[in-house]
T-cell receptor
Framework: KAGVTQTPRYLIKTRGQQVTLSCSPI?????VSWYQQTPGQGLQFLFEYFSETQRNKGNFPGRFSGRQFSNSRSEMNVSTLELGDSALYLCASSFGGTSDTQYFGPGTRLTVL | GENVEQHPSTLSVQEGDSAVIKCTYSDSASNYFPWYKQELGKGPQLIID?????GEKKDQRIAVTLNKTAKHFSLHITETQPEDSAVYFC????????????FGKGTMLLVSP
């Protein structure tokens, strides 16, 4: 069974630009969660989508948004990039029920110059 | 919201020794506690998890214990090997119609040959 895939793996952007990251979940999984990982803040929850609906959102500014498609693939978008947005962005997929295991992808490394 | 504290932040052991990582959580309603291992350049990989109706779970050299009264859980690795060197994260989640993982800050484990 194929794992969670994320594209692209690396991105370099400049301040003020916007970026879109993509995540393909494990086949059969309907939930996709996004996390930001930085050395200072660790792993922080961004948002979770289940069957194309956002079920939960973390404490991030409105510049961070996401969506999920009918095939469960998900994208997240960051507009007006800031230097502090440089991070590893991870997505995780699961069946979406209580205590279901979340499986992580390899992440997208975003560098904002 | 949930808060997860993880200790120690770094842990150095000799090959063959045991390693113990401890986490505490704040939300008594949390019911799912996974542990992830993250190697350099990769996403977190689930190594073991425990649910609130179980006090201990073991998988070969890895075990996790949960004390719901004290709100803490621990990861035990026996007979450590150099390939166990990585960053380990604990997490906790509560089912509220969705399940969001709150992570500890991580423990860097270094196993010396």
């Amino acid at each position: 069974k194929a794992g969670v895939t994320q594209t692209p793996r690396y991105l370099i952007k400049t301040r003020g630009q916007q970026v879109t990251l993509s995540c393909s979940p494990i086949s059969g999984h309907r939930s996709v969660s996004w996390y930001q990982q930085t050395p200072g803040q660790g792993l922080q929850f961004l948002f979770e989508y289940f069957s194309e609906t956002q079920r939960n959102k973390g404490n991030f500014p409105g510049r961070f948004s996401g969506r999920q498609f009918s095939n469960s693939r998900s994208e997240m978008n960051v507009s007006t990039l800031e230097l502090g947005d440089s991070a590893l962005y991870l997505c995780a997929s699961s069946f979406g029920g209580t205590s279901d295991t979340q499986y992580f992808g390899p992440g997208t490394r975003l560098t904002v110059l | 919201g949930e808060n997860v504290e993880q200790h120690p932040s770094t842990l150095s052991v000799q090959e063959g020794d045991s390693a113990v990582i401890k986490c505490t959580y704040s939300d008594s309603a949390s019911n799912y506690f996974p542990w992830y291992k993250q190697e350099l350049g990769k996403g977190p990989q689930l190594i073991i998890d425990i649910r609130s109706n179980v006090g201990e779970k073991k998988d070969q050299r890895i075990a996790v214990t949960l004390n719901k009264t004290a709100k803490h859980f621990s990861l035990h690795i026996t007979e450590t090997q150099p390939e166990d060197s990585a960053v380990y994260f604990c997490a906790a989640s509560t089912w509220e119609g969705y399940s969001t993982l709150t992570f500890g800050k991580g423990t860097m484990l270094l196993v010396s040959p």
